[in-house]
RNA sequence: GGGCGGUUAGCUCAGCUGGUAGAGCGUCUCGUUUACACCGAGUAGGUCGGGGGUUCGAGUCCCUCACCGCCCA
């Protein structure tokens, strides 16, 4: 006998090792090998993550996917691994050394560290991966991959030195944007824009030879000490006759140029810009096309790095000022900003002050201020990467859903900056580079290889020195669903499951990643990395808040596992998966749908109690009692609502259509109405009621695996063990086959049972409106009754008086007094109720439904009045008019008559 | 400043190609009936953000305004 209700906690850990033993998920089963291959890539987590909801949703849509194209018979891999994460990594095996008072990882040398990081990795790191599981992500776990692994790791150096011969990749010196807490450089989309109040300092530079200023606001006055110009508008006629003149850099004594360039906006604060071309990306664009000094005045930390700096002081005059300025030495860039301010007001030169809010750059990881800061770093060639990317989704090889999203994928590529790909971290791909004693590079895949090329250009064996720096994680990422697959090796799992079938993620990641596993995959495989991308929502709190740490607002997946189990967390973020919407989550919902697991579940300890086995060859089609046709036309219909769903990516509309059809119909009907079979004689009827339940069941629990694989697969257990043995194929749910979308439908058992439903929920509707006491048993007249609504009435009659509770259901030509009416599917019936009911409520109800169907009525009269309408409609359309109106008046003129009759009596 | 999305029942949201406004939760009323109170039956609740247009017909298409959110400068 089951249990009162499902217990997901004691049955997930069960069901998981069942999966496991039948090795359920894993790719390429020989009893697939037939079959069409499907393949999901998983974004790969990072290795420090924990599940937060937005990989709940993530990885359920995933599983749906997976889930139901396993039972469509193909050979799925759903690929899984995680991502090695390189600064956050880097950064708490940093925190635990410091916290455990353990050398820093210079003092420990790279090697020592990296082993540590390792072994942080081996003891802490992944802990997501069995959350996944928890989840019930189908995933092919025996494939487990990570980015740092051997193998990914060579198809790095693989595709490193390949784009590095094809010119592709390059070292420059550019401003990148350097993170001064990580010393490291980021790219531009690790960068947050963050509007801050802040002010615009208003400088006074002296123009040379004259007696002349000229006035320069700026954020950032400590930059001032890099200044290498002046910039004006051209077409400025404050400023045209500077044009051409040098002004003197305060504080420093640098003589620097006055120059026009379309750059300094004319209605921003003086209208004269200072540029400062190491410091800004604006000013250094600024720099090029004028030629101007590049003058670095800070070190990795961003603190003022003047003393000793041949740039900064190239051509300067000693004076007392500069020695003043070369104090500040050392100082971080803020503490340096007062004292500039301070030095410049003392000297008369700060004109004024304005408060001004602007957008500052900020390191997403770190939350410092990021600076510009020029070094030498990698580049990849984006642009010229992004062309077949571009061209792949243009000519719909790639398809976004929704497709909106193509619009952010191109505009993004049409404008994309070179990828800078170096970190200077030590957790991550070292950078295949090798530099000879005059710096040439050497790019190889190994140390050997290297010291040949540097043999063959110096003509002798030299030192080399490594390039320190590693890979931006997203590089390695980029390569995922090619080198999980084994690249570069040419590999079975590489010619199977390459392209991909969809990617699944947020819209967040199209830049980090989309793009960028396009750009690879067509550049190395020569191919399209997968056919579709589906971008789904960002899961939000209740109020419509961005989920966050710091507002701590999370909502924790697991939690909610543990307290209603993953079937409905799962279910709720499906059915909430509508396309191009945000998911507002709240646990209300997630309760609702456990109640649901819960139904699910006492329906089919219902149908254990009264012995629905399933029966050997089953066969839908030699259905008898219209009771039972009529729920295998309802379930075949559910059934194509699922699958179209799921085959469109409308993940919402499939999980409510099988939630409507197991609710809805299956338990509030169904059941209901197989009751009296059930509990009555044994016989063929009975037999086949249930056998059709338990084969509606067993079909329930396929269609809703996909959404709640545990509960299903549980109950497909349980009615595996009763009854005729499972086929071999079919023993486990998550491999059996998918039901066919048969067009089972049987029109005469949905009038049949219709009518009944419908009769049933009027009398309900009329009894509880007209104060008629839930425990009385009322008699019902079918007046005027058509022969098969005779038949029905008699065949149904002892289930009428059970759903309706009534006394008696008898006929008659006309309707007896002082009788509550109701109108079912055209025909009256009537509840002789003198001295029962409430008379004025009874009037009071059909008046008011009368007033409905009048409102109906002349609304259909005028659209069928209208010339206009009866010339241009469809005609199709016109005729369902005709048929609303015919109906509508039909019923009016039965309660008009109920009315008149009531009206008499009373 | 540019782009994208949103505004539908008290709340959270569906509503695909224009043709009778829906669901879940919540509210209220009732509950005899051995699958289920994580339940059952019933009920109320909407001028689909405002304005204009196209159309025989607009929640749906177009324009415009307002407010909210996100992305990119």
């Given at each position: 006998m089951m249990d009162k209700t499902f217990d997901p906690t004691s049955v997930e850990d069960r069901i998981a090792g069942l999966w496991d033993r039948a090795q359920?998920?894993?790719?390429?089963?020989p009893d697939r090998a037939g079959a069409e291959p499907y393949c999901i890539v998983i974004p790969p987590p990072n290795v420090t993550g924990s599940l937060h909801m937005g990989h709940a949703l993530n990885n359920t849509l995933q599983d749906v996917l997976c889930r139901f194209e396993r039972m469509r018979g193909r050979d799925v891999l759903w690929q899984p691994g995680m991502d090695h994460a390189g600064i956050a990594t880097q950064m708490v095996v940093e925190r635990q050394l410091a916290e455990r008072q353990q050398p820093d990882r210079r003092a420990m040398g790279r090697e020592a560290f990296l082993a540590r990081v390792w072994e942080w990795k081996a003891e802490s790191g992944g802990a997501i991966k069995g959350q996944l599981q928890r989840l019930?992500?189908?995933?092919?776990?025996?494939r487990e991959r990570f980015t740092m692994d051997e193998g990914l790791s060579r198809a790095v150096l693989e595709v490193f030195v390949r784009l590095y011969k094809d010119g592709l990749i390059y070292r420059d010196k550019r401003l990148v944007n350097w993170d001064?807490?990580?010393?490291t450089a980021i790219s531009d989309l690790e960068v947050e824009q963050k509007e801050v109040k802040g002010n615009l300092w208003h400088f006074r530079y002296a123009v040379e030879g004259s007696d002349r200023t000229i006035t320069v606001a700026t954020t950032r006055p400590e930059t001032m000490l890099g200044d290498t110009a002046v910039a004006v508008h051209p077409d400025d006629e404050r400023y045209r006759d500077l044009v051409g003149k040098t002004v003197v850099l305060p504080l420093v004594g640098r003589r620097i140029p006055i120059v026009a360039d379309e750059y300094s906006d004319p209605e921003k604060g003086s209208g004269a810009v200072k540029i400062t071309p190491a410091h800004d990306f604006n000013d250094f664009e600024v720099g090029r096309r004028h030629g101007l000094r590049l003058i670095n005045v800070f070190d990795a930390e961003a603190?003022?790095?003047?003393?000793?700096n041949e740039a900064f002081l190239d051509g300067l005059p000693a004076s007392g000022d500069l020695d003043e300025v070369l104090t500040l030495h050392g100082l971080d860039r803020f503490a340096a900003r007062k004292r500039v301010i301070a030095m410049m007001e003392a000297r008369g030169l700060l004109d004024l002050i304005e408060p001004n809010v602007h957008t500052v750059p900020h390191g997403d990881r770190s939350g410092e201020v990021i600076e510009p800061w020029l070094t030498d770093q990698w580049y990849v060639d984006a642009k010229t990467l992004a062309q077949p990317a571009l061209a792949a989704v243009r000519e719909g090889k790639t398809r976004f859903v929704?497709?909106?999203w193509e619009k952010t994928y191109f505009d993004w590529l049409e404008n994309i900056e070179p990828w800078?790909?170096?970190?200077?971290?030590?957790?991550?791909?070292?950078?295949p580079a090798w530099y000879g004693p005059d710096n040439t590079v050497f790019v190889e895949k190994s140390a050997e290889e290297a010291a040949a090329a540097a043999r063959a250009h110096y003509g002798r064996d030299v030192e080399l020195r490594r390039d320190e720096d590693v890979l931006d994680t997203w590089f390695s990422s980029a390569l995922w669903p090619f080198s999980t697959l084994g690249w570069p090796d040419r590999t079975p799992e590489l010619a199977r499951y390459y392209p991909t079938d969809v990617l699944v993620t947020g819209f967040d990641i199209i830049f980090f990643w989309v793009a960028r596993m396009m750009m690879m995959g067509l550049h190395f495989m020569e191919e399209i990395p997968f056919h579709t991308v589906y971008i789904h929502a960002l899961v939000r709190d209740e109020k419509g808040a961005k989920m966050s740490k710091s507002k701590g607002n999370v909502i924790d997946p697991l939690q909610l596992i543990d307290t209603y189990g993953a079937d409905a967390l799962r279910f709720t973020l499906a059915a909430m998966a509508a396309q191009g919407r945000d998911i507002k989550l709240s646990t209300q919902r997630v309760e609702g749908y456990r109640n649901f697991a819960t139904k699910l579940w006492n329906a089919a300890r219902f149908a254990e109690m009264n012995g629905c086995e399933r029966s050997e060859g089953f066969d839908p089609s030699a259905v008898g009692e219209k009771l039972n046709r009529w729920a295998l036309s309802e379930y075949a219909r559910a059934v194509r609502e699922v699958t179209a769903g799921i085959e469109a990516y409308r993940f919402n509309d499939a999980a409510n259509a099988a939630y409507r059809f197991v609710w809805n119909v299956f338990c509030d009907w169904y059941l209901e109405l197989a009751k009296p079979i059930l509990m009555g004689e044994d016989g063929p009827a009975k037999a086949e009621t249930r056998a059709s339940i338990a084969h509606v069941i067993d079909g329930v629990c396929k269609i809703l695996h996909p959404f709640m694989p545990f509960l299903t697969e549980e109950l497909w257990a349980i009615k595996g063990a009763a009854g005729p043995l499972r086929p071999e194929a079919e023993r486990v749910l998550a491999l059996s086959a998918w039901p066919e979308a048969a067009d089972f439908s049987a029109p005469e058992a949905e009038e049949e049972i219709g009518w009944l439903i419908d009769l049933v929920t009027e009398i309900r509707s009329a009894r509880s409106e007209t104060n008629v006491p839930a425990g009385a048993q009322i008699p019902l007249v079918l007046v005027s009754a058509s022969g098969p609504t005779r038949e029905r009435a008699l065949s149904w009659g002892d289930m009428l008086k059970r759903l309706a509770r009534l006394s008696d259901v008898a006929f008659a030509d006309a309707a007896p007094a002082q009788s509550v009416q109701v109108v079912a599917r055209g025909e009256v019936a009537a509840l002789p109720l003198a001295g029962v009911v409430d008379l004025d409520a009874e009037k009071q109800r059909l008046a008011k439904e009368l007033d409905r169907i009048a409102a109906d009525v002349r609304k259909v009269e005028s659209k069928l009045g209208n010339a206009d309408f009866m010339a241009r409609a469809p005609e199709e359309v016109v005729e369902e008019q005709r048929e609303r109106l015919a109906d509508s008046q039909a019923r009016a003129a039965k309660i008009r008559d109920a009315l008149a009759r009531l009206s008499k009596a009373g």
């Open positions: 359920a998920f894993k790719a390429g089963r019930g992500a189908s995933c092919d776990w025996s001064p807490k990580f010393q603190k003022l790095d003047i003393a000793g929704p497709r909106n800078c790909v170096s970190r200077q971290l030590w957790w991550g791909h070292q950078i």
